[in-house]
């Protein structure tokens, strides 16, 4: 048995290298039920490193951040998930799964399968088509499929043809929860070893798996005696108020998601990238978790996004960052983590960040390797014009499948 969380760490292994390799004994700690090695993880590891650097000092409030962009493989904190993915594959022998992404998951994934050899079939929206890299696609185990369908929509055809072709449906929540007990570990160990007190762990979600598998990890931490309640930073929640179910979840006191939440406005997206309209099950996880160590959810609106968006690129170009533009410059290519640190600003200005805090600003993207400015050509593109079943049909034409037989959903999962 442990007697330090630090004992959980492998310190042959830098961070800037790979927190996945670095932290990779928690994941047996985590009562996840998952059977997963450092061989496997290593085989399919490309680089999964972050940094922690002092930022700025607003208002009596130091900002840290806590970089998981700029050394990841491929830009993006979701490098995590798809390290994860490939190694829990790799054990299970899997060739090919389907996924679903916003976007980053699936170019992240893409990435990773070509290097551990595993093909996917990635289902994302049309909004997003132009974040993609084609040059990370034309190695062609990355089939793309680009829909131009409501988020629902997007998720019920990925299900429904990984179920139709007997495909694994990637990634299970406990992969996801399990990849960010990472970054949970990064954090406990880089403030420790300069001496730094967090206050607030400040990030932008869409369905808040992220946040979620931190504070997963520190709660399993507390439950071996590792680490105590008072040890654990609050968390602030941000999402953009054109599509912010948790957000109004949680202002209503509700521990579910309930219909008059659900309300997106995909023409009003500062980031199109944060398309779940209603992450149900996770939001309660994350609901009782902040209910516990504290924390608050607040809304990003396109007046925040055009007041502290300058200043947060200015404070960020000051350390050396300058986040990655879309093709031709002008916008910034992924938004996600800039949005934290306008609602960092934010709270800050409001009060609700408090002089002589600290508060750890999870930048998550936004320096993208970027090796063609053209986005790739989708395998297919979908619409409203046929019904799901129609699609299926066609999908498994284009791309040669057979229908599976029929079997339950648990006989596709990897544990």
């Known amino acids: 048995m442990s007697q330090s969380w630090d004992d959980l760490v492998d310190h042959n292994i830098p961070a800037e290298q790979s927190i996945i390799l670095r932290y990779h004994k928690i994941f047996e700690r985590l009562r996840l039920q998952l059977q997963i090695g450092p061989a496997e993880l290593a085989a399919c590891s490309m680089g999964e490193g972050v940094r922690l650097l002092r930022l700025a000092e607003h208002r009596g409030v130091e900002i840290l951040v806590c970089d998981e962009s700029s050394l990841m493989a491929t830009g993006t904190f979701k490098d995590l998930d798809a390290c994860v993915i490939a190694a829990m594959a790799r054990r299970a022998g899997l060739e090919r799964v389907v996924l679903s992404s916003g976007g980053n998951l699936g170019y992240s994934l893409s990435a990773y399968g070509r290097h551990s050899g595993m093909h996917s079939f990635f289902f994302h929206p049309k909004s997003t088509l132009y974040k993609l890299d084609a040059a990370n696609f034309t190695w062609g185990g990355c089939r793309l499929i680009c829909a131009d369908l409501p988020e629902r929509q997007v998720k019920s055809l990925a ?142 609106t396109q007046a925040d996004y055009e007041l502290y968006s300058g200043p947060v690129q200015e404070l960020l170009a ?98």
Not at 321 to 342: D, N, Q, W, Y
């Open 159 to 300: 299900q429904r043809f990984a179920e139709a072709y007997g495909i694994a449906l990637v990634p299970d929540i406990r992969w996801r929860l399990a990849a960010s007990a990472a970054r949970a570990m990064f954090i406990l160990e880089a403030t420790a070893s300069e001496s730094l007190r967090v206050d607030c762990i400040a990030q932008t979600m869409c369905a808040g798996y992220g946040p979620a598998g931190i504070y997963h990890c520190f709660s399993e931490l507390a439950r071996e005696g590792l680490l105590r309640r008072k040890e654990v930073p609050r968390f602030l929640g941000f999402q953009q108020e054109a599509n912010a179910p948790m957000v109004r979840a949680w202002r209503d006191g509700e521990r579910e998601i309930r219909a008059r939440h659900i309300d997106p406005d995909p023409d009003r997206y500062l980031e199109p990238g944060l398309y779940n309209t209603n992450p149900e099950r996770n939001y309660t996880r994350l609901h009782d978790l902040m209910s516990y160590y504290g924390g608050d959810l607040e809304i990003i």
């Open 318 to 415: 000051g350390r050396g960052i300058e986040l990655t533009r879309a093709p031709g410059g002008r916008e910034v290519l992924e938004k996600t983590a800039l949005l934290t640190g306008v609602g960092i600003l934010k709270a800050i200005d409001q009060g609700r960040l408090h002089r002589e805090e600290q508060v750890l600003y999870m930048l998550t993207g936004g320096l993208r390797r970027v090796a063609s400015a053209a986005p790739p050509t989708p395998d297919l593109e979908l619409d409203g014009s046929r019904s799901e079943d129609e699609w299926l049909a066609i999908l498994g034409e284009r791309f040669g499948l057979r229908a599976a037989p029929p079997q339950r959903r648990a006989d596709l999962m990897v544990t």
